[in-house]
Structure formats: C-alpha cells, structure tokens
DNA sequence: GTCTATACATAGATAGAC
DNA sequence: GTCTATCTATGTATAGAC
C-alpha cells in the first residue's frame, strides 16, 4: 500500500526533476519558492498536525498566494509526502558513528550528541516525524520496515557484538535504540511539557548542552558504559 | 490564559453536573452516552489528530447521530477539552508509589511498571496527550505549569533526598522523570515504529512484560540501581 | 431527550487572465 | 510561471419536528 515516500510516483515526477519547463533566469525561483514551501509546510505541520494544517496558513506563512503553493504540490497530502521525504533522508545519518570497531563509550556517546543536536536545531522536524508515527504512521510504513528497520538490525548486530566481547552490559540492542531515541526526542517533541515543568520560558543553548551531558551519561550507565572524565 | 482543562468554566457545567434536568429513568442513558462520545472521541483523536478529528466521525464510531454528540458538547473544542480532563486525572496517580521512606529501587521500579502498564492497557490515551504537547499544550498548559510541575518539584525532592543518603546515583532528578515518561511512553507513542523495527505486527501481553523488564533494568541501571534477583 | 434537515463557514482545489 | 476569482466538498453547528 504506502510505498514508501522516497520512491518517486508519477505524480512526484513534476514537482522533483530539476529541468523545469520555462525555468526563471536563474533557475533559482523555482527551488526558491519550493524551500520557501517546504520550509513553512514543515513548521505548520509541526504546529498543527497534519489534519488542522490548511493550505491558506502554509501559503501565508511561505509568503505566497494560495494557488502558487497548489502549483507547485497539487495536493496538501502531496505536499505532506515531500516534507516527510525531507526529513527522512537526515534521519539515519548519525548512527554512521556506531561501527564495529569503534569503543562503545565514545560511538554512542556520539551518537546520542548528534540525536540531541538535532533536537535543538531542528526541532520542527522531530515533531512532524513524531506526529506522524502517533497517528498511525500510514506515509511512512514503508521506510519504517525497509530502510529503518534493516538499519537498526544492522547496528543492533554490532552492539551485540560488542557485548558478547564483554564490551557493554548484555541489554536487548533493539529495544535499547528505543531508548535513545524516545529520551533524546523527548526534547523536542514535549518541549512544551519540560519547559512547563521547569518554569522556564525557553531551553537556551547552554540547557541544551547541560541536558546533553545528562542524557549521555544517564544512557550510557544504563549500557554499564562511562566516559572518561576528561 | 489557558486557565487548566479541570477549571470548570461556564459552559462546562451543562456536561460536568450529575443532575441532568430531565433525567431518564435509571437515569443512565446520559451517563451511558456521555461514555460513549468520549471513549469514541479519544479514539479518534488519537487516530487523526485535533484537527483531523470529525465530529461525524466521532459520532460515526459512537454510534449515535451527530447531532446527539453536539447537544452533549456544544462544540468540538469542548469535547476535546474533556477528553483531556478525563485523561489528564489518570495521568499523575502512578507517582504515588515514590515516598521518602520507600526503597529507591523497589519505589522506582513500582512507578515504571504501572507507567508501562498504562501504556499497554490505553495507549490511546497516552496518544492523545502526546498529540496535545507536541501540538503546543495550548489546552493543557495551566494543568502541566501547575499540577504536574508542583508534583515533579515534590517527587524530585524525594530522589534528592535519597541521592543526599547515597542510596542512588547523583542525577538531575527532574531530568530523570524525563527519561522515565520518555521511555515508557514511547512504547504507547511510537508503537507503530517499535513494531515495525521489530518486525511484529502486533505486541501481546507476553511482549510488553518482557519489554518492561528490560525498561525497568535499564533506567534503574541509570540511576546507579538494581533490584534484587528475586 | 433524540434526531432529520439544513444553515453557514471554510477547506482544498482549479480556471483562466496576466 | 504567477495569482485573482471561484467552484465544490466538507465540516461545524443549529433549528425545529418528534
């Protein structure tokens, strides 16, 4: 059914390919306005779900007129599949740290900074990704049980090597990315949440980087992991 | 602004007080189709979301005609509002179980198992609440600013207590709250993800026990705890 | 207290001038 | 390639018969 949203359908053709019809002087109108589009659909997504986004707010918010964003997405739900495309294709990345030859202790450390940097820096994304799993994860069925899931049993299979070497605490390896992920994503998507709980009106950078240490020392002591303290 | 989903305003006393002016017989039929609406509405928030939602389709799932869902919540806003209130009085129980003179590990691990348990026994719930502090928390701001942070402040100082005795592991207390509802809510959240990294396509009863197990362990071991190998 | 029929607003999407 | 005006569908909410 959902065949995943990196693959290109007929429909995606027009709006992915590069050489456009009668592309402006520079070329550069057409990605303009598609960054410009995708950018505020990401952001309303974010705020409002995929259901309370309208077409109207993601066109104000991107600066142009409602049928201009119609033209370049024909519909919201194509245009939902693009943002998601987007945010896809950064997801896997920062487990490249975790390889088999690497030490435990430094590589999830990793890890877990780049799962908390992009917490901080794109927080939007973390929620429109987690919002799409809530409801059901209907769009993107397809890259959870290919791509996801072939990545986390491959990097699953090193920690378990890791720990038949003795090298980390035995802990099931899959269920142990759950971890990371809930606790490192939970910043972004509760933020509402901890900052209330806090009282505070905003996580600065410098929170950031003291939540992070905290992160990274509590999941590493749950792997019977530490870093050296340098 | 937002004065908290429990505040009762003027238009929630019509749904809120026991005396219906002409009740039914038994006087269960308002009490039956109040259930009724809200157990669909939860649902079907948790499905698609506030702004996905249709009052047709709440009704539809209700079994009771559209109208009949209006004359009980004047608006969809409303009903929303109390699904939320219904779902807001279950949300801090658990922490009863962590005392100052219980013992960390046994009073922790208590807490994480009935947090699992919820999850499993009503994700839905739990979904619904994600979906509203994702979302902003507009509507559930005064209980999270309030309630919950007057509770974490109360519970922290108990596991400050305990780290002050040296009975756990010197941890930003509030922080770790954190991990715990990031954890075990993750599994109601993101079930979709987690099944189908693990490639299942539904999780019994059998798996959750064995999932809590390894969560249990796993945050316990994060906070310098153990339990007895019983 | 229930429910059919309907009003009214707004959404997504398109036609067609520029 | 852009954008105003507009069509159509659907959603929330209500009036009023039962």
């Known amino acids: 059914m959902a065949q995943g949203v990196g693959g290109a359908s007929k429909k995606d053709q027009k709006s992915v390919r590069a ?5 402006a002087p520079e070329g550069g109108i057409r990605r303009e306005n598609l960054r410009r589009i995708l950018t505020a659909a990401e952001q309303v997504f974010a705020e409002q779900g995929y259901g309370g986004a309208t077409t109207a707010a993601i066109a104000l918010r991107a600066g142009l007129p409602k049928a201009n964003v119609h033209y370049y997405f024909s519909t919201k739900h194509d245009l939902y599949r693009a ?6 294709k950064q997801w896997l990345d920062p487990l490249a740290h975790v390889t088999p030859d690497s030490d435990p202790a430094q590589a999830l450390a990793g890890y877990i900074r780049a799962k908390m940097r992009a917490t901080r820096d794109r927080p939007v994304v973390s929620k429109v990704f987690a919002s799409e799993i809530i409801h059901g994860a209907a769009e ?5 049980t290919s791509d996801l899931k072939k ?3 491959e990097k699953s299979a090193v920690l378990d090597g890791w720990i038949a070497e003795g090298r980390m605490a035995p802990v099931d390896t899959r269920h142990f990315f759950f971890f ?3 606790v490192t994503q939970h910043y972004a998507d509760f933020d509402a949440q901890v900052r209330a709980v806090l009282g505070r009106k905003k996580l600065t950078r410098r929170d950031f980087d003291a939540i992070t240490v905290e992160v990274v020392r509590f999941i590493l002591r749950g792997a019977g992991l530490s870093l050296p303290t340098a």
């Not at 050489?19 to 592309?23: E, G, Q």
């Not at 943002?83 to 896809?88: E, G, K, P, R």
């Open 151 to 153: 990545l986390v049993d």
């Open 19 to 23: 050489d456009a019809p009668a592309a």
């Open 83 to 88: 943002v998601l495309a987007d945010i896809l």
């Open 180 to 182: 990371i992920w809930a």
């Open 140 to 144: 993107i069925e397809g890259f959870l």
